[in-house]
């Protein structure tokens, strides 16, 4: 029978489900796209996000071209941001092509989500809300976003007078083995921290966060709204089993030094689309296109982990001195003789300390974001 003669299920209506599905339907197949919640983006609240434009010469922009993603949701090119290391010393590092593209996430019109939910419906993709699939006999995809957390996220959005800004802190007093961020764009703002340490005490990083920032900027916070998140990476040997085949955060894709899983996830979509319509092996691809990059980000975290605020302090003053730094993080983020040499004795480390079991929370009577996020 032809593939085409019966549908493809996509659980799971998240960035890497939706381009696989819009994909898909570009190629004259029938696709269905189940999503246990009533609409797209629930995950989130409308929080900014950076769609990241440093692990590759090529402009994220024209990738989503190449694909066939239109850009119809708010992607905002950001050339300039401020980083501050532990002892709060700026350097604003300015580069001559956009560092990252700012998108907003969740259910509203101008977001990521919904963005590619109109663009998955113009091309006549199938969507079944409210409904939770749990198996998929007949094989397809699987695109159900994060099962355990490696990273979690505690913040703030808001309305504010401040001009649009980026600004980043490495400091694990406020974020552990992570870093924290400010986003503005048009009178909105999003800031978080961001933990991959001592989850119980997300609370108390928050306040710091907090506190940090209001020293380097006239926080001007107009309706407050509090949010958690949590995401997770991770490196298997397949991304296919019994007939499915699994993208974005449901594989772990995701760098595992500082997150931004978008670009990974609708790569990971559009691979795994192309995989059906190709008749191509889904883990051939990936590991093609993506795991090269895994790789050399699990060498980055088992250094910065390593180093701690020592490596903040050398990475702002790296940065600093460069006359072109994203040229200079792309390197960083791709593989290097040195970083090959380095991964198999990264692994091991990822291996026991992945999946982080956090032993400072019992998970009893807990509100921190790990366990809220798991109960809703």
Known sequence: MDRKDQPIEIVGAGPSGLVAAMTLAHH?????????????????????QGLENWSSREDVTDLLQRMGIKI???????????????DLRKVTV????????????????????????????EAGVEFVFNKRVEKLPEGGIVAIGPKVADA??????????????AVAIGDDRLAPKGYAYLLVHQGRATLAT?????????????????????????????????FGGYGNFSIRPTEQRSGKLYVGEAAGFQDALFGF????????????????????????LWRHELLPQLRTGLVNRFLFELFGN??????????????????????????????RLLYPVTYPFYLRRSRFRDYSCSHEDCDCVWCRCQRE
């Open 194 to 226: 961001v933990i991959l340490r001592e989850f119980r005490r997300e609370k108390e990083f928050y306040k710091k966060t907090l506190a940090a920032f209001q020293k380097i900027v006239p926080l001007d916070m107009k309706h407050p709204r509090e």
């Open 261 to 284: 899983g978008i670009r990974y996830a609708i790569m990971s979509g559009h691979l795994a689309a192309r995989a059906i319509i190709e008749g191509k092996d889904y883990d051939r």
């Open 28 to 48: 004259g197949y029938r696709v269905i796209v189940h999503e246990e919640r009533s609409d797209v983006g629930h995950r989130f609240h409308g929080d900014f």
């Open 72 to 86: 119809n949701f708010l992607c905002q090119p950001y050339r300039e941001g401020d980083l501050y290391d532990p």
């Open 152 to 165: 979690i996220v505690k913040g703030v959005l808001f309305e504010t007078e401040l001009p649009d800004m």
């Open 94 to 121: 300015r580069s001559f092509e956009p560092f990252f593209y700012l998108v907003r996430r969740g259910s509203e019109a101008g977001t990521l989500d919904y963005g590619l939910k109109a663009q998955a419906l």
């Open 310 to 339: 020592g490596g903040y302090r050398r990475l702002a003053d790296y940065i600093g001195r460069s006359r072109d730094p994203r040229e200079l993080v792309r390197r960083q983020c791709n593989p290097s003789l040195l970083k």
